[in-house]
């Protein structure tokens, strides 16, 4: 195990999706969803996750509404993930 190397949720790809798999926001299939990472799911350390396409990270996703405006972030580049600085998000996960 890495230390002091934060740990995501992951489960495996192949219960989830073929490969390559899809991209994207989904709300199909939620009961089985949370009862398949209940089973499979495990932590691992972020770089292993990131690297290894074995593993499906479950990541929460939170998506705000206000009538017909949705909430737009704007990442700074005080984040860890190099890949999201500088850009919009319309939630945040």
Known sequence: MIADTE???VIPRSSL???PGWRGVTTEGLEAFAGLVAREGRFVPRPMAEHDRSMKQVIPYLVL???SRYFLMRRTRAG???RLHD???I???
Request: glycine share 22%; net charge negative.
């Open 7 to 9: 740990h995501v949720l």
């Open 17 to 19: 999706m073929g490969d």
């Open 65 to 67: 509404m206000d009538g």
């Open 80 to 82: 860890a993930d190099e």
């Open 87 to 89: 850009r919009c998000s």
């Open 91 to 93: 939630g945040v996960g």
